[in-house]
């Protein structure tokens, strides 16, 4: 069964710029969750989408959003790029249930300059 | 406020021996933990986890533990394997939710 999906792989943009990451999750699964990692704050949640509705949202600003495709796929947008959107970022799909792991791809390594 | 901490920044051991890393929670409300491994431009590889309701989970070198009156769990890797070598991550749900909240990690290397 082929993993969680993630590109591109990397992507350099420069500030004020917008971006678009594309996540595909393990076939079955209908929970995706995005997830920013950084040296300085480790992995922090963004949101998580289920059924093509947001279930829950982290504690970032408006510029970060997402989306979720009927066929699961996920899609996550940043606007108006900043310096310290640099970060690798995750996407996760789980089975969803209460014992159910989320499983991760190799992520989306940002820069920003 | 860090809900889910991992004190130990770095754990060192010799092939063989047994490695321990621990984590700390401080949410009554997590009913679910879960242990990654992380190599650099790879993303998290799940390893374990267990429910609130048990104590203790194995699955072949790798068991985990959780006191619940603690707040504390551990991995322990028996016995550990150069390719053990990576970083370690704790991660914690609440009830419902599919949020993971995660401690920092703990860089494990296994010494031959």
Redesign the interface.
Same mark, same amino acid.
Do not use: N, Q
């Given at each position: 069964k082929a993993g969680v999906t993630q590109t591109p792989r990397y992507l350099i943009k420069t500030r004020g710029q917008q971006v678009t990451l594309s996540c595909s999750p393990i076939s079955g699964h209908r929970s995706v969750s995005w997830y920013q990692q950084t040296p300085g704050q480790g992995l922090q949640f963004l949101f998580e989408y289920f059924s093509e509705t947001q279930r829950n949202k982290g504690n970032f600003p408006g510029r970060f959003s997402g989306r979720q495709f009927s066929n699961s796929r996920s899609e996550m947008n940043v606007s108006t790029l900043e310096l310290g959107d640099s970060a690798l970022y995750l996407c996760a799909s789980s089975f969803q249930g209460a014992s159910s792991p989320l499983h991760f791809g190799n992520g989306t390594r940002l820069t920003v300059t | 406020d860090q809900q889910v901490k991992q004190n130990s920044p770095s754990l060192s051991v010799q092939e063989g021996r047994i490695s321990i890393l621990n984590c700390d929670y401080t949410n009554s409300m997590f009913?679910?933990f879960?242990w990654?491994k992380k190599y650099p /431009?790879? #993303?998290?590889?799940?390893l374990i986890?267990i $429910?609130s309701i048990k104590d203790k989970n194995e699955d072949g070198r790798f068991t985990v533990f959780l006191n619940k009156s603690a707040k504390h769990l551990s991995l322990h890797i028996v016995p550990s394997q150069p390719g053990d070598s990576a970083v370690y991550?704790c /991660?914690a749900r609440e009830?419902g $939710?599919?949020?993971?909240?995660? #401690?920092? #990690?703990t860089k494990l290397t296994v010494n031959p």
């Open positions: - | 009913d679910y879960l990654y /431009a790879e #993303g998290p590889t799940f986890s $429910s991550f /991660a009830g $939710s599919e949020k993971l909240v995660f #401690g920092k #990690g």
